[in-house]
């Protein structure tokens, strides 16, 4: 009788410390996911943030004062514009379009 009381107060002590080491590694869990909630959080809100200022240095007109005063860029016109004609260019353009005018035609 007092070995199997022996026997039963063992088993109880190691149920109780795997219970409490349960609740340890439970706690421990929450609070590591409770962290990474936080920073999940805190990523979004960078993230969020970012995406503002990237769009805020994106505006049309920033880059256009960026590029007249750091790259000295000016609006093209018509005066400053020059034109560029290739011949050879221009022949495979035509029998381009000549060959789907006329969808029968061979390649």
Do not use: W
Request: cysteine-free; overall charge positive; aromatic content about 4%.
């Amino acid at each position: 009788m007092t070995r199997l009381n022996l026997v039963l107060l063992v088993a109880v002590l190691a149920s109780a410390i795997y219970l409490v080491h349960t609740q340890y590694q439970s706690r421990r869990l929450f609070t590591e996911l409770d962290r990474a909630t936080a920073e999940a959080r805190r990523l979004e809100t960078e993230h969020q943030r970012l995406q503002v200022e990237k769009r805020a240095q994106a505006t049309p007109l920033r880059v256009e004062k960026i590029a007249r005063a750091q790259l000295q860029m000016r609006t093209a016109t018509p005066a400053i514009t020059q034109y560029v004609s290739d011949p050879a260019g221009a022949a495979v353009g035509a029998a381009a379009s000549a060959r789907v005018a006329s969808p029968g035609a061979q390649p």
